[in-house]
């Protein structure tokens, strides 16, 4: 059977990943291999200063404590001792559209998988409201039905999927580009009892750009949106610009530059 391995941001104790954990069983052997603690927001972070221990929670469930990123790279060399077939990350506890996946640690997991060759997927469920009120059991159909496929068709090198899914019933899924928005990012400050300032990053202000394709337009209007994402990080589209520019990296005036 396949090996599918399991990961996330928000913690191996996650109502979410248990869920996604038990709709995946039927196509394979799933291990779980997630935080201990809460990882959001974590992105793409590889724990390098410090020793990483790994906690056996239940058959096929395990816990390290550090980022999603870490739990793969354990997952493989330590626990499932070879590369899965498949990665799953999530279910994470809000969307991650648009320009979120940077930050998203749930998304790192399904990158890491990428990065490594390894099909992988992303899969997050809104916070209806932003009252802390989420459906586990829709995003975990959904990531079913599209792991199956994948396991069959593959997808191609070096891509990984990214799904999220509207709170409610859904109209179905719809393949999507990631959406762009104006994103201010809101910083409070606050006086300790020491009279000494402090400071919380709150969430970001939005205004999403108008796209009927995108990810954030698909999840509005009720449907699950399935986004195809890749490591590469290469803005092509300004090659052409940089090759028009008079860059001669053996002038005088670049080497001082450079010093």
């Known amino acids: 059977m396949p090996e599918i ?81 498949l990665i799953v990350s999530g279910i994470n506890k809000g969307w991650n559209l648009g320009d979120d996946v940077t930050y998203s640690g749930t998304v790192s997991g399904a990158l890491e998988g990428a990065l490594l060759g390894i099909p992988a997927i992303a899969v997050s469920t809104q916070n209806f409201h932003r009252r802390n009120e989420f459906e586990f059991g829709p995003a ?30 859904n109209k179905g899924f719809r393949v999507t580009v990631q959406a762009k928005r104006n994103h201010v990012t809101v910083v409070s400050e606050r006086i300790d009892p020491r009279k000494q300032p402090y400071y919380w ?37 300004a090659l052409t610009y940089l090759e028009q520019l008079p860059l001669d990296v053996s002038s005088p005036a670049f080497m001082k530059r450079g010093k």
């Open 201 to 237: 990053i709150e969430e970001g202000e939005n205004e999403w750009e108008p796209h009927d394709r995108s990810d954030y337009q698909a999840v509005r209007d009720g449907y699950i949106s399935v986004t195809p994402l890749q490591p590469d990080m290469t803005a092509h589209d």
């Open 5 to 85: 391995l399991v990961t996330n941001d928000d913690g191996v104790h996650s109502h979410g990943i248990k869920e996604l954990a038990a709709a995946l069983g039927h196509l394979g052997n799933v291990t779980i291999v997630a935080p201990m603690q809460e990882a959001s927001a974590i992105g793409h972070a590889l724990t390098l200063r410090r020793p990483l221990r790994i906690e056996t929670i239940a058959s096929n469930s395990f816990g390290v404590d550090g980022t999603p990123t870490d739990c793969v790279n354990l997952a493989i060399s330590h626990i499932i001792k070879s590369k899965p077939d």
């Open 140 to 169: 975990a159909r959904a990531a079913a039905t599209i792991a199956e496929l994948v396991l069959e068709r593959g997808v191609p090198k070096f891509t990984f999927l990214n799904i999220n899914v509207p709170y409610g019933p």
